[in-house]
């Protein structure tokens, strides 16, 4: 766990020396966990869980004026929970993962922006619980959860320039987890619906 943080730590220091804005982003994730073979909590069905997520990144310009990249490292929490008067499930997860992504100024009015986004997270568990009617087990080593997790994301962003070096922003992205290496019969992915407040500042002008 220290080497994936000291690891994702200096690809992060490395890219802010030379960054053109850095960001903190706060927000929630709204997550519905879904089953290949959903036989399993036939009796259960499952619901949608909320969560947090927390990001530092940076952002710099293309060759393309209007178009730019971005590298993040955040944490996300991913919940969810399914239930019936006879058997209670409760998923409660924690993943630290690197985000790079596109983002277009599709509109500029004044001191507003309007910016599609498109990318991928990678993703690894660092925290997992799984509550059944009481009892509570830990997920970390569980094939659905353990390893990397792919999470391609498309969203938009309306940012605000609050004064000449910080701006506000308030997005929306979709995403959907998989994980390329499980091939087991029944598996998980999960889709989540994530809104999310940023604090901008322009690094260099």
Do not use: C
């Amino acid at each position: 766990m220290k080497r994936k943080l000291l690891i994702l730590f200096f690809i992060l220091s490395s890219a802010i020396a030379n960054s053109q804005e850095i960001s903190f982003a706060i927000g929630t994730n709204f997550t519905q966990f879904n089953l290949k073979n959903p036989e399993t909590f036939a009796d259960t069905p499952l619901q949608s869980g909320s969560g947090s997520s927390y990001e530092i990144a940076y952002l710099d310009t293309t060759h393309e004026k209007k178009l730019f990249y971005e590298v993040g490292i955040g944490i996300n929490e991913y919940n969810a929970l399914a239930g019936t008067t006879a058997n209670t499930y409760r998923w409660n997860s924690k993943s630290l993962g690197l985000r790079l992504g596109l983002e277009y100024e599709l509109f500029k009015l004044s001191k507003v922006q309007l910016r599609p986004q498109i990318g991928m997270n990678f993703s690894t568990i660092v925290y997992g619980k799984q509550e059944i009617n009481g009892a509570i087990f830990d997920i970390r080593n569980n094939s659905d959860f353990s390893g990397i997790k792919l999470i391609p994301y498309l969203g938009i962003k309306a940012k605000y320039q609050l004064r000449e070096n910080t701006s506000v922003s308030f997005g929306y992205n979709h995403s959907i987890s998989f994980k390329p290496t499980l091939t087991n019969k029944e598996y998980l992915t999960i889709t989540s619906n994530q809104i999310v407040l940023g604090l901008h500042f322009n690094v260099i002008n």
